[in-house]
């Protein structure tokens, strides 16, 4: 434990300014820096990692959730375009990974990590995006008092560099940004009783898909390796194997307990028993699941997957009330159909039952319902010049485990792009933002508003 302090005093390059600062390249980041980008603006795009994508890429989560909502479609804009684009390659899951099942459908949709990299990474070049891989946000000059964010602190192989900028979108997906400037935050595990546990998924190859049916057969072999004493910890909640390609799929399995992603230890133990779990979980799918004989584990992801941490205080929060309504808002800058998915927060059978109850019952979205994501959930309460965007805006705990997911982020950036430039171009604080102006500009990129 850290018993004294060193302070760093140091100067540092200071480079000229850009209109438009987003920190972390995730489904949120990389769609709020193409459409700021599009739309003309000067953008930096910091990424801490070498790819983007986020969790869909780095932590090998790859699949997309609730593209439509049984009846139609309710995604649009930018991830609608990485779709068809992936879709056109030949990059989707076999089986759903066509228009005729995402307009309708509710089941998620695999998709080839690299081949999304590569078109993030295409879109940022042609949007005229500074990206900058391996390039960390390590601190923020802000104004608490007058909620402004002058620029931010980078580090690279080249060292630290101040970048000011006139807008900056927080899209780190902990909010890390924005709680380094000061902004009230509500943390997992903190201001909430415990924290929904990541998992270190992996890519998994060698699964013969026409025997493997994961619906059918997954929990009955749960249970039958807990009764085994399989397991080194008995949890019956396994999401499983999901297909991606012919022959391999992301394992997602294997629940990381208590691991705090604000917490530097935290992360270093999830990481190293997240590599034991993954081999444990592939050696269960070997021995009880059909198809899943010859599995073999090839990686784990780069990155944990986080599923809570922090989220801001905004000018809006998105709750559990506006869920079970339904509710629609005047402002709202994409609408959603994702239902609350709260995994357990350990391995007692009431937490599993309390997650099927909500899963399956109390929180399930009937054919055809949507809700909408207000504009104000983007905004630090009070602050004039930043947004956050993905997993990190604000919503209440049981809200953030539905729009926490990849085309809600990937819509959510992509409004926070639209948003800053329209903020700058106008000298308006976020708050004050003519929303009715910027839903033109999100239509006018694809968005699907339903009002
Ligand atoms: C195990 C698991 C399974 C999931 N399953 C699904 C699913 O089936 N379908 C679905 O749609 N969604 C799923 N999700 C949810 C979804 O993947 C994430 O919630 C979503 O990717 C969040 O997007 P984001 O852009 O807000 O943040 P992230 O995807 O977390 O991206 C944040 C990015 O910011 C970067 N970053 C962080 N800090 C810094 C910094 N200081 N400086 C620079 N860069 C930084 C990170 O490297 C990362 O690239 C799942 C999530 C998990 C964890």
Request: proline fraction near 5%; include cysteine.
């Amino acid at each position: 434990m850290n018993t004294s302090t060193y302070t760093l005093r140091r100067e540092i390059r200071r480079e000229a300014p850009f209109d438009l600062v987003v920190a972390g390249g995730g489904p949120a980041g990389a769609a709020a820096a193409i459409q700021a980008g599009r739309l003309g603006a000067r953008v930096l795009l910091a990424e801490g990692t070498g790819t983007l994508g986020g969790m869909g890429t780095s932590a090998l989560v790859s699949q997309w959730s609730n593209i439509a909502n049984g009846v139609s479609m309710v995604v649009g804009g930018l991830p609608e375009e990485w779709l068809t684009a992936l879709h056109a390659g030949g990059h989707l899951q076999p089986g759903r990974g066509r228009p005729e099942y995402w307009q309708k459908e509710t089941g998620g949709i695999g998709f080839h990590p690299e081949a999304l990299k590569r078109l993030l990474d295409q879109q940022c070049l042609d949007a005229g995006v500074d990206l900058r891989f391996f390039t960390k946000l390590v601190d923020v000059d802000a104004c608490a008092a007058s909620g402004t964010v002058n620029g931010v602190i980078l580090h690279s192989v080249e060292g630290f560099v101040y970048v000011p900028a006139g807008a900056f979108i927080d899209a780190t997906g902990d909010a890390h940004l924005a709680h380094m400037a000061g902004v009230p935050c509500r943390t997992a595990g903190r201001d909430t009783p415990r924290i929904m546990p990541p998992t270190l998924c992996a890519l998994v190859a060698n699964v013969d898909f026409s025997r493997f049916d994961r619906l059918r057969d997954q929990q009955a072999a749960v249970e039958q390796a807990i009764a085994d004493g399989y397991f080194s910890q008995p949890d019956r909640h396994v999401p499983g194997l999901f297909r991606t390609g012919d022959s391999w799929g992301i394992l997602n399995a294997g629940h990381l307990f208590d691991t705090d992603a604000t917490s530097q230890r935290s992360l270093s133990d999830a990481m190293i028993k997240g590599r034991q779990l993954s081999e444990e979980y592939t050696e269960f799918f070997r021995r009880y699941l059909p198809g899943c004989e010859g599995a073999t584990n090839l990686t784990t992801a780069p990155l944990p997957g986080i599923r809570e941490s922090r989220r801001i205080v905004g000018e809006d929060e998105l709750t559990h009330a506006d869920y079970r309504a339904r509710r629609h808002f005047p402002d709202q800058i994409a609408i959603y159909c994702k239902q609350v998915d709260r995994h357990v927060y350990d391995t007692s059978a009431e937490e599993y039952e309390r997650f099927l109850r909500e899963f399956e019952a109390d929180d399930k979205l009937a054919p055809g319902e949507s809700y909408g994501i207000p504009y104000g959930i983007l905004v630090p309460k009070g602050w004039r010049n930043l947004w956050a965007a993905g997993r990190c805006a604000s919503s209440d705990l049981m809200t953030n485990a539905a729009i926490r997911d990849q085309p809600a982020c990937a819509m959510m950036g992509q409004a926070a792009g639209a948003a800053a430039v329209q903020a700058i171009r106008d000298a308006t604080p976020a708050a004050d933002l003519d929303r009715d102006r910027l839903r033109e500009t999100l239509r006018a990129a694809g968005a699907r508003l339903a009002n």
